[in-house]
């Protein structure tokens, strides 16, 4: 199945990631994925599979934050600011931008207040 340019766009954005930030992560310039996405330029083979990754990685992230609310009743669900902070707490995320983890909050926040339990997403203030 090939993946068009809508469904790059829409499932880059739901990562979480601008064009920006998608580029950096795969290793393009930011003009060619603007390219993919206007269907300028033919999509690299390779992008449909480095996307279920993201994803996999965002679902991954989102069921640690719904297993936390699960063992922490009312506790709000904490998020990174900056890529450093969030790095340096997760050495295993291998670069990937903070933006995925927010994405990944704002997910299981979604989850939890389907199963009516609404829950803050607050900042984790590094110094």
Not at 105 to 119: C, F, K, M, Q, T
Request: no cysteine.
């Amino acid at each position: 199945m090939t993946m068009d340019r809508a469904e790059l766009k829409a499932r880059r954005a739901g990562v979480g990631l601008s064009q920006i930030l998608f580029a950096r992560t795969v290793g393009v310039s930011q003009n060619t994925v603007s390219q993919w996405e206007t269907g300028k330029r033919k999509l690299a083979s390779w992008i449909p599979d480095r996307l279920d990754e993201l994803e996999a990685q965002r679902d991954s992230m989102a069921e640690t934050y719904i297993e936390f609310a699960e063992a922490a009743p009312g506790a709000a669900l904490l998020i990174h600011e900056t890529d450093a902070s969030f790095w340096a707490a997760h050495p295993d995320s291998d670069g990937l931008p903070v933006e995925v983890q927010w994405s990944a909050a704002a997910l299981a926040r979604l989850e939890l207040a389907d199963e009516g339990d609404v829950r803050e997403i607050l900042s984790i203030q590094t110094t």
